[in-house]
């Protein structure tokens, strides 16, 4: 079977792995920040256009961006749910709109990413709660088989867009890959993020 990709259109790779424009996109988590959530918001509006990689690192005075880190350092070392996450993404709501999937989560999924959106994917094991960026799909044929993603626990890949898999997310029985490991995981939310209006 064939295998094809297809990423988010703004998304492109380059010799530090994720880009968008002439910006590194990829943003890493510490070993014990808890703070995947947050660098998943900062990676989704860096690919949205809203913010810039140095807005990141320096002050540049944009009080949405301050008003993003505020809330976000609240759950800094605990982590976040859905909720959570939300209002870490409220001072771009003129922008962006949020929408929890709820039902047919897997092909409403799919359909977002397919049409250029991006969406915040929650999931756990046993051990931990983790969240990840999807940018892109995996097909086999035409059949939409697995998410691409961002992972923030992970490194980037040299010349590679995304550096993780939620494989056979279209069969119900996802699981997570990285370079290292594959494991089960329970899906426990989805973002989408769409322009507002």
Known sequence: MQLSYLC?????????????GNQRLHM??????????????????????????NAVAWETGDERLIATRAVAQK???????AAEM???????????EV??????????TFDAVEQGQLCLVGFSTEKYMHWVLAVGIRYEGSYRKDLLV??????????VPWNGLLLD?????????????????????????APSG
């Open 150 to 159: 961002l992972d923030p626990v992970m490194a980037p890949i040299p010349l």
């Open 75 to 81: 759950y800094y070392f605990e982590g976040c749910d």
């Open 28 to 53: 890493r988590q510490g070993e014990f920040d808890a703070a995947c959530g947050y660098h998943c918001v900062l990676m989704a509006l860096m690919l949205l256009g809203h913010i810039r990689r």
């Open 99 to 108: 929408q929890e999937l709820r039902t047919r989560v897997a092909e409403r």
């Open 8 to 20: 988010h259109p703004r998304l492109s790779a380059g010799l530090q792995g994720p880009m968008v």
């Open 86 to 96: 939300k209002l870490q993404l409220e001072p771009y709501a003129k922008d962006i």
């Open 169 to 193: 997310w279209a069969d119900n029985e996802p699981r997570r890959a990285v370079a290292q490991f594959t494991e089960r995981v329970v899906i426990d939310s989805v973002l989408l993020l």
